[in-house]
């Protein structure tokens, strides 16, 4: 017998409108009903008519994402936010279309699929840009978006890490253990959060009366090997620097390379920091200090607002500023004396 919506009525003793919309996770039924419904509907093995719900509602119960290419195996950050988005959607009964494209036009072209081509509800969209065609695109048109970040025209809904209250506590965590000579490798200028995260770099530095040297700021490109090169460089200066923050942990695990490859200790000649706390961060050799954004809780959250926009709910708070949590970890040890 096919079990339907007024079979699961007739046991729950509800009208069929009530167990669709208990089905369906709307607000206006009560959470012990829907919970009962569930229930009827496992045990009953009820499998919803999803081409018709689809035809009726004009919705694909879709959610999309599109993550950078050279990113996508090497960046722990994106595999985190990733698992986060992919859980909260299943929760909320969407699924996740993923795809994986180079920066650029190819990337705009895929969120460009998958709004004309109807094949999403909502986007999640994450390292916003300064000035990002993405989410010009998505505003043009009316598409439900929720972004990690935010560029400098910020009238959407978002989450971001408050990057330069975190840089200016990283920097007095390293005043504290004697550095003075402090150095950072940036992300690349066309990311939102590096002017931000460098701003939080140089106020760190006036509040530890320390003028900023252009010889210890470079840029970096996010990988391991733009973090060992940029390190390389600096630690080769006739005055290296003695701490060096990288944007990202990815690219702080290439400064500890570089530092380990000049014959030298991470955390004793050098100190390292990075930025994000990705799983690998408290397992390298020694510990990595870093900044802890909450990434797979970014994920989840993102999904919980874009659901709320999808269900035609107005956001309580629409842009959300999280402060990162400094991990002090044996990467960051005291100046020398000798130094």
């Known amino acids: 017998m096919k079990i339907t919506l007024k079979t699961i009525a007739d046991e729950a003793g509800l009208s069929v409108t009530t167990v669709s919309r208990a089905l369906a996770g709307y607000d ?19 499998q919803p008519n999803l081409t018709a719900r689809h035809l009726r509602s004009k919705q694909t119960s879709t959610i999309g ?30 699924d ?3 795809s994986v494209q180079p920066p650029g036009d190819e990337e705009l072209a895929a969120y460009r699929r998958m709004v004309a081509g109807s094949r999403v509800d909502g986007i999640v969209l ?13 505003q043009q048109a009316n598409h439900p978006f929720v972004s990690f970040g935010r560029s400098e025209t910020s009238d959407y809904p978002y989450i971001d890490v408050d990057g330069a209250r975190g840089m200016r506590r990283l920097v007095q ?7 003075r000579r402090i150095a950072i490798i940036l992300s690349p200028w066309e990311l939102a959060f590096t002017t931000t995260r460098y701003e939080g770099y140089l106020e760190g530095l006036d509040a530890i009366g320390v ?12 990988t391991q090997q733009g973090g060992r090169d940029a390190a390389a460089r600096m630690l080769a200066l006739p005055e290296p620097p003695t701490a060096i923050i990288a944007c990202n942990d990815l690219m702080a695990f290439g400064v500890m390379e570089a530092v380990e490859q000049r014959g030298l200790r991470v955390g004793h000649a ?25 990434i797979y809780a970014i994920g989840c959250q993102m999904v919980d607002m874009l659901v709320r926009l999808l269900r035609g709910e107005t956001l309580e708070h629409a842009h959300v500023l999280i ?9 960051s040890g005291p100046q020398p004396a000798q130094a």
């Open 126 to 138: 994450a390292r916003v840009l300064r000035h990002d065609p993405r989410i010009a695109y998505l």
């Open 173 to 179: 965590h390293l005043a504290e253990n004697g550095h």
């Open 65 to 94: 994402m599109v993550i950078p290419r050279t990113a996508y195996f090497a960046d722990s950050f994106f595999m985190e936010l990733l698992a986060g988005v992919g859980r909260q959607a299943s929760a909320h009964g969407y």
């Open 211 to 222: 003028q900023p040297d252009e010889a210890y700021v470079a840029e970096g490109d996010l």
């Open 323 to 331: 402060e990162p949590e400094l991990m002090v970890r044996a990467s």
């Open 28 to 46: 206006d039924v009560n959470e012990a009903t829907r919970q009962r419904v569930m229930e009827i509907a496992e045990r009953l093995g009820y």
């Open 270 to 294: 050098v100190a390292v920091a990075g930025f994000d706390d990705v799983p690998a961060a408290a397992h390298a050799i020694p510990p990595l200090t870093t900044l802890r954004q909450p």
């Open 96 to 98: 996740l279309l993923l």
